[in-house]
């Protein structure tokens, strides 16, 4: 039924009620005590269809922001993978090597390492850290790692989960990344999830 229809039978019952017996002149206590009952319940059903309908509305543009904001950070991450090798899945995570210059112009490998991890700016949620590390002629990692959040604080990573394969060794790794961008409001909350796919453009002796 909805309000429309509502509204017209409240209005119809109400005149009904009120017009039953031709020969009162107004209306008793009693027939005004229940005009005043059935607007009250007709005007607490239109107020909490609106105001679900603000819920509503500001949890869809929460999520919007979140994943536009998610968005910016996947095509980070696919940019590093795809001069990366020697991939490895993690729990929550995946870390590889890729090439990078130093400080004086020197090409070095460097160890990187993407993974959710608690929200620096809210307990209740998280983020996408990433991590990166120097490595040595051997390819053992050398110095303390440096480390940093890249999501926006209005981004709550409630999935991320990667997956990794290659057709043959050494060769091309293929990884497939899910992640899960969460908003609420209130008692409230929706997950919009991301997937998508990357295939690194060196040849990777390791994919898994």
């Given at each position: 039924?909805?309000?429309?229809?509502?509204?017209?039978?409240?209005?119809?019952?109400?005149?009904?009620?009120?017009?039953?017996?031709?020969?009162?002149?107004?209306?008793?206590?009693?027939e005004?005590?229940?005009?005043?009952?059935?607007?009250?319940?007709?005007?607490t059903i239109?107020?909490?269809?609106?105001?679900?309908?603000?819920?509503?509305?500001?949890?869809?543009?929460?999520?919007?922001?979140?994943?536009?904001?998610?968005?910016?950070?996947?095509?980070?991450?696919?940019?590093?993978?795809?001069?990366?090798?020697?991939?490895?899945?993690?729990?929550?995570?995946?870390?590889?090597?890729?090439?990078?210059?130093?400080?004086?112009?020197?090409?070095?490998?460097?160890?990187?390492?993407?993974?959710?991890?608690?929200?620096?700016?809210?307990?209740?949620?998280?983020?996408?850290?990433?991590?990166?590390?120097?490595?040595?002629?051997?390819?053992?990692?050398?110095?303390?790692?440096?480390?940093?959040?890249?999501?926006?604080?209005?981004?709550?990573?409630?999935?991320?989960?990667?997956?990794?394969?290659?057709?043959?060794?050494?060769?091309?790794?293929?990884?497939?990344?899910?992640?899960?961008?969460?908003?609420e409001?209130?008692?409230?909350?929706?997950?919009?999830?991301?997937?998508?796919?990357?295939?690194?453009?060196?040849?990777s002796?390791?994919?898994?």
């Amino acid at each position: 039924m909805t309000i429309k229809n509502l509204k017209f039978k409240i209005f119809t019952f109400v005149k009904f009620f009120m017009n039953g017996k031709k020969h009162q002149q107004g209306s008793t206590l009693v027939e005004l005590l229940i005009a005043l009952s059935i607007f009250a319940i007709f005007i607490t059903i239109a107020i909490g269809g609106f105001l679900q309908s603000l819920t509503n509305q500001r949890l869809v543009l929460k999520l919007i922001s979140a994943t536009d904001n998610m968005s910016l950070t996947i095509e980070q991450i696919m940019r590093e993978m795809r001069v990366g090798t020697s991939f490895m899945t993690l729990t929550d995570g995946i870390r590889f090597d890729r090439p990078d210059s130093d400080d004086l112009g020197m090409t070095v490998m460097r160890r990187v390492t993407y993974t959710k991890e608690q929200s620096p700016w809210d307990s209740t949620k998280f983020a996408i850290k990433r991590e990166v590390q120097d490595l040595d002629d051997n390819g053992i990692p050398s110095g303390p790692p440096i480390s940093d959040y890249i999501t926006s604080n209005n981004v709550n990573v409630a999935y991320f989960n990667t997956t990794a394969q290659a057709e043959y060794t050494p060769g091309p790794c293929r990884i497939n990344m899910v992640f899960g961008v969460k908003a609420e409001d209130k008692k409230v909350s929706i997950t919009n999830y991301i997937q998508t796919t990357v295939s690194s453009r060196i040849f990777s002796d390791i994919c898994e």
